[in-house]
């Protein structure tokens, strides 16, 4: 699988690329908006670069664990809890930011994209792999399609590269047909066998074995850290609450919503310059249930600190024990559903 015109890394140095992007580096001299490359004197409307609404606003200190506002209602409950601010939990939450439901995100690692996010491929697959009929096949195209529009609105950085599935002979080649095949009956768009000069010519670097590709020019790359941070701020900039370092421990069905059990810690060092007792619940780090992909990969070293499965499955190296963390409160949150109006 093979994304041709990337930016340049030490093995493409001084290749000439030609397509959607054209090597460019994000942020070097410019960035990719809408998925296409923006020299910096352009930039200026795009990113408020002279009188922006940071301008002029001094670095303020950290709001620990909090946005600065409360999304609660009047009784203190909310009308969705979002839990885990990875991609997913901080899209969604920003999809329910458009609305005027009341919504708080809670996140048991020290920051958002701690978890699975921060370690992909940033590949935004347009979705001729996934199984006829899945959900993934359902939704890859259509989520392919909005890629564009949400870097316009939000500046992550994508880069419209298009992507190639390299065949070495006829063997290969014939899965190509299968993807393409597939491809259409999940309704993506614009796929297309290359060969020979015009495949050279879109990836230079290929193996000379390289007999054909299936190429998508609607696959995309992005930087999972900047995507998933511009849905989290834009979704808290638009009156969603965000308290990290909150590990759920316990949901619970009430009458009209759900009552969510919480421990909230915060780093050992930050506790005891505030003088505040740790001792009863110092040991107490969370996880979730045994089992799952987690359990494949090895204990981790952070620095000096060994990473459990455990750390992994909530909050990766973010996680509370990861940060040397102690739980200093044990939070009871409700999610109560207004009756229809
Ligand atoms: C190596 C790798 C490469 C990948 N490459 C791609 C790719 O190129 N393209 C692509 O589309 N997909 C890719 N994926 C898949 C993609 O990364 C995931 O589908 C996606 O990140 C899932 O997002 P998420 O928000 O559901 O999960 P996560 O990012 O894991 O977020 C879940 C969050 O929930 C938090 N959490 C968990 N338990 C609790 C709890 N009890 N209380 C509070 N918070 C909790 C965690 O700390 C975490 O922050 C890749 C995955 C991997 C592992």
């Given at each position: 699988?093979v ?5 340049p890394?030490?093995?493409?140095g001084?290749?000439?690329?030609s ?15 809408g998925?296409?490359?923006?020299k910096?004197?352009?930039c ?5 670069i002279?009188?922006g609404?940071n ?8 709001p ?10 009047a009784?203190?409950?909310y009308?969705?809890?979002v839990?885990g601010?990875?991609?997913?939990g901080?899209a969604v939450a920003?999809e329910l930011?458009?609305t005027?439901?009341?919504?708080l995100?809670i996140?048991?690692a020290?920051?958002?994209?701690q978890g699975?996010?921060?370690g ?18 359902k939704?890859c195209?259509?989520?392919?399609q ?5 870097d316009?609105?939000?500046?992550f ?8 599935v ?7 080649e014939?899965h190509?047909?299968?993807l393409?095949e ?6 993506v ?7 020979g ?12 074995a390289?007999t054909?590709a ?8 992005l930087i999972?850290?900047?995507?998933n941070?511009a ?7 638009n009156?969603?609450e ?12 009430t ?7 919480a ?6 060092p930050w ?14 780090y969370?996880g979730?249930?045994?089992?799952g ?6 204990v981790?070293?952070k620095?000096?600190q ?7 499955k ?8 990861a ?9 009871k949150i409700?999610t109560?559903?207004?009756?229809e109006?």
């Amino acid at each position: 699988y093979v994304l041709p015109h990337r930016a340049p890394c030490s093995r493409m140095g001084g290749v000439s690329m030609s397509g959607a992007t054209q090597g460019e580096v994000h942020g070097e001299g410019g960035a990719y908006v809408g998925g296409y490359w923006k020299k910096l004197d352009e930039c200026e409307e795009n990113f408020n670069i002279q009188g922006g609404s940071n301008e002029n606003v001094p670095p303020t200190a950290c709001p620990r664990s909090t946005t600065r506002h409360s999304a609660a209602k009047a009784d203190g409950s909310y009308d969705v809890v979002v839990i885990g601010a990875g991609c997913i939990g901080a899209a969604v939450a920003r999809e329910l930011s458009k609305t005027t439901a009341s919504v708080l995100m809670i996140e048991a690692a020290d920051d958002v994209c701690q978890g699975a996010t921060k370690g992909n491929s940033g590949i935004v697959h347009a979705g001729f792999d996934d199984k006829p009929g899945s959900t993934r096949a359902k939704l890859c195209w259509k989520g392919n399609q909005m890629f564009p529009a949400l870097d316009e609105d939000l500046h992550f950085g994508y880069q419209l590269t298009g992507s190639l599935v390299v065949a070495r002979g006829a063997e290969e080649e014939k899965h190509l047909e299968e993807l393409l095949e597939r491809g259409a009956t999940n309704g993506v768009e614009n796929l297309r066998i290359v060969r020979g000069a015009e495949l050279r010519k879109m990836e230079p670097n290929l193996d000379e074995a390289a007999t054909a590709a299936l190429h998508s020019p609607d696959a995309g790359t992005l930087i999972p850290y900047e995507y998933n941070i511009a849905l989290a701020e834009n979704a808290a900039d638009n009156g969603v609450e965000v308290r990290i370092r909150r590990i759920v421990d316990a949901i619970e069905k009430t009458t009209d919503g759900f009552e969510i059990s919480a421990s909230h810690w915060e780093p050992k060092p930050w506790v005891e310059s505030k003088a505040m007792a740790s001792d009863a619940l110092g040991n107490y780090y969370g996880g979730v249930g045994e089992g799952g992909p987690w359990d494949k990969f090895p204990v981790l070293v952070k620095g000096k600190q060994e990473i459990s499965i455990d750390d992994m499955k909530v909050g990766g190296s973010g996680s509370m024990r990861a940060m040397d963390g102690v739980v200093v409160e044990k939070e009871k949150i409700r999610t109560r559903l207004d009756p229809e109006p």
